[in-house]
């Protein structure tokens, strides 16, 4: 992606971020198929939440992800996307009163502190 954005002439990465979204697609497609499962959307109530999501969180998060790449460091992307699992489960268990599991926070402060070490810079 970096590198596609870096070569691009486009201010907005529209193009690698349709291109990622067909790939994922296509992925959910066969792993949907692969465990049977239905991608059949119930109702247009939440065919509009779906849709909703996707422009707001993914395609408008993604397209500003992608435009960062350019102008940040490769290692500090990959720290922050690192983050965003962890801090999803802690928002999780905070705004929607998810009980903490063991194992599950136990996985979340290995994670941080893993983030934490390869955050550090040793001269």
Do not use: N
């Not at 979204?21 to 247009?44: D, N, Y």
């Not at 960062?68 to 009163?97: D, N, R, T």
Request: net charge neutral; glycine share 6%; charged share 10%.
């Amino acid at each position: 992606m970096r590198q596609a954005q870096v070569q691009s002439s486009y201010t907005m990465p529209i193009r690698e971020i349709a291109v990622m979204s067909l790939l994922v697609s296509i992925f959910l497609g066969f792993s949907a198929i692969f465990e049977g499962e239905s991608l059949l959307i119930p109702s247009s109530y939440d065919f509009f939440i779906l849709f909703l999501y996707g422009v707001a969180s993914h395609a408008i998060g993604g397209i500003l992800i992608v435009s960062a790449l350019v102008k940040v460091h490769a290692a500090e992307v990959g720290i922050v996307l690192l983050l965003q699992p962890s801090l999803s489960y802690i928002w999780e268990a905070f705004f929607f009163q998810k009980s903490f599991i063991f194992i599950e926070s136990l996985g979340v402060i290995i994670v941080l502190f893993a983030i934490y070490l390869s955050s550090k810079r040793t001269v």
